[in-house]
């Protein structure tokens, strides 16, 4: 005698199969057609400063790298002379070399001020908002601005910093006039506006969970030891972001340059980008060249950013549990 379930059980995977509605692709979809549409009208914006403001410009970028331009006739093809100049030009290898020394010195440096501030900040006191603006509002001013500021507590004569070291019985040297010291003095400038990263390092402090650090001071852990154990491995994805920029920062330093040395003395502030600038506004029927340049530095800068990405696997850790 059959019972009710073997009765049923041949038609079940057919009524089955027939209940199950069919997926509608989402290109046939009118809903999915109207939400596509509103994202591309509401993202049109950037599509076009995008496509206006930077593709284009890139490309336009390239493509002159490769001829003679002055700026008004037309570009003349010229092939890859520009790229050969580079290295037969030995401002050209000193631009780069003094980009170089800017970038890997200012850059870990920063990063160091950054936490160290951030550290300072995060501190149980009532005053902390206050030293917060305070610390923060130098990173708001321009560069042309912090730039003046330095030429006057630096000044040889009058300068605040070597009348401090005239007190200590120590000989000050021209910070901005003397090749030996001129990239230690605006390398020191770069971290005047350390209170902006200082900020995102903070926030990165409060979303470290407490009880790490309160299971660690149960197990004796130091302070330094609760530092290098816990806060820093859980810092180094918002460490990670300090690199890439600062390094792409770091590459394009001209303000300080331009405003306080000209790129002086002896050519030892003369970084690329205001070597850059100089052939390309400075110096005639040079522009071509400048793009050359250009295209370089952005190369160089991806290149920079993305072995940073390639080998960050190694050493940022986002597991906030340790």
């Known amino acids: 005698?059959?019972?009710?379930?073997?009765m049923t059980s041949p038609t079940a995977p057919g009524l089955a199969a027939a209940e199950k509605p069919k997926a509608i692709p989402w290109y046939k979809s009118r809903v999915e057609k109207k939400n596509l549409r509103l994202g591309i009208l509401f993202i049109s914006p950037w599509i076009v400063g995008f496509l206006?403001?930077?593709?284009y410009p890139l490309l336009y970028t390239f493509y002159l790298s490769f001829t003679r331009f002055g700026g008004f006739k037309d570009p003349v093809w010229i092939?890859?002379?520009?790229?050969?100049?580079?290295?037969?030009?030995?401002?050209f290898s000193k631009a780069m070399y003094n980009t170089f020394y800017?970038?890997?010195l200012a850059v870990p440096i920063g990063v160091v001020v950054a936490l160290m501030l951030a550290l300072a900040m995060d501190q149980p006191l009532p005053e902390i908002p206050l030293y917060r603006t305070l610390l923060y509002l130098p990173s708001i001013l321009?560069?042309?601005a912090t730039a003046f500021i330095f030429m006057t507590l630096?000044?040889?004569?009058?300068?605040?910093?070597?009348?401090?070291l005239r007190t200590l019985g120590f000989d000050p040297p021209?910070?901005?006039?003397?090749?030996?010291?001129?990239k230690i003095a605006i390398i020191g400038m770069a971290q005047f506006g350390a209170g902006q990263m200082a900020l995102i390092y903070l926030a990165g402090l409060k979303g470290i969970p407490t009880s790490l650090y309160e299971a660690a001071e149960i197990d004796g852990a130091g302070v330094f030891n609760r530092l290098f154990k816990i806060t820093i491995p859980l810092m180094t994805p918002v460490i990670l972001y300090s690199l890439i920029s600062g390094i792409s920062g770091g590459l394009q330093v001209f303000t300080?340059?331009?405003i306080i040395t000209n790129g002086g003395p002896n050519n030892s502030t003369n970084f690329l980008v205001f070597y850059l600038y100089r052939n390309a506004f400075a110096y005639s029927n040079q522009m071509g060249y400048a793009a050359a340049m250009g295209v370089v530095l952005f190369v160089i800068t991806v290149l920079m950013a993305g072995l940073i990405f390639f080998t960050s696997s190694r050493w940022v850790n986002y597991d906030m549990a340790g």
């Open 154 to 164: 630096l000044d040889p004569n009058q300068g605040i910093v070597n009348d401090f």
């Open 52 to 55: 206006g403001l930077t593709l």
């Open 79 to 91: 092939g890859l002379a520009n790229y050969q100049r580079m290295f037969n030009d030995d401002n």
């Open 1 to 6: 005698m059959d019972t009710p379930g073997s």
């Open 102 to 104: 800017f970038t890997f």
């Open 174 to 182: 021209n910070w901005f006039g003397d090749a030996r010291y001129s």
């Open 142 to 144: 321009p560069l042309f």
């Open 256 to 258: 300080q340059s331009f």
